[in-house]
């Protein structure tokens, strides 16, 4: 089964800086993208990145001021490290005290920021795998420990494909996933699966979950996401 990428915003006003870590970390293995300005990354859904590569120095606004913006007005728990030229210890607890997860002083080798990045990335995915056992969103429920939909506290019966595939859409709300990334996470078997066996499996989903549904949005050209209305 083909491993699903991870996906890295590089946050940095220093465009030679931003090129050299996108190529060595999609060498790799991982999806990034850039934004140049913390103004540039609040056009991007950051919900949709497993982790913030983030300058400190920008612009108008800072990466400190990017950082608690993510943690406070979106919420969002997604690693971020700090990557930057302030190197005091004040600079350094600052990183930390608005959401750091690491905090990396220019210059710094390639290696060592994709060794931090890695290891991050583990200890993240596997915090994630025991502390949410379960996931709520009104009085539905997606329990991962029982592989059981609950609706009004009654089980929902889901086939085995359609439970990977709700759980990858909830687990990584807001982020568009292609049919073929849906096909590599939930057909751990050799098949051969046509675009329209994905499409029949979010249908049947989308009937058996009722009103939360219409959460199962399709991006036409792109796939599918798990998108709360506002």
Not at 3 to 17: F, G, N, P, S, Y
Not at 48 to 64: E, R
Request: glycine content about 6%; overall charge neutral; hydrophobic content about 40%.
């Amino acid at each position: 089964m083909v491993k699903q990428k991870q996906r890295i915003l590089i946050v940095d006003d220093e465009e030679d800086l931003c090129e050299i870590l996108q190529f060595n970390l999609k060498g790799e293995g991982f999806d990034t993208e850039v934004a140049y300005s913390a103004e540039e990354a609040l056009k991007k859904n950051i919900a949709t990145f497993n982790l913030i590569i983030l300058d400190v120095m920008m612009g108008k606004m800072s990466g400190f001021k990017l950082a608690e913006n993510i943690r406070k007005d979106m919420s969002l728990s997604l690693p971020i490290v700090f990557v930057t030229a302030k190197n005091t210890e004040n600079d350094l607890l600052t990183g930390f005290n608005v959401g750091g997860d690491d905090y990396i002083t220019k210059p710094f080798s390639i290696n060592e920021i994709i060794a931090r990045v890695k290891a991050i990335l583990k200890r993240t995915h596997k915090q994630n795998e025991v502390s949410r056992p379960s996931i709520s969103i009104g009085d539905m429920e997606l329990n991962f420990e029982k592989r059981i939909l609950l609706m009004k506290d009654k089980v929902v019966q889901l086939t085995k494909k359609e439970f990977e595939i709700l759980s990858l859409l909830v687990k990584n709300q807001g982020r568009i996933f292609t049919r073929a990334e849906i096909f590599n996470s939930a057909w751990e078997d050799t098949i051969i699966v046509t675009d329209r066996t994905i499409d029949v499996h979010i249908t049947h989903l989308r009937k058996k979950l009722g009103k939360y549904g219409k959460y199962i949005k399709s991006k036409t050209g792109y796939g599918y996401t798990f998108e709360k209305d506002d």
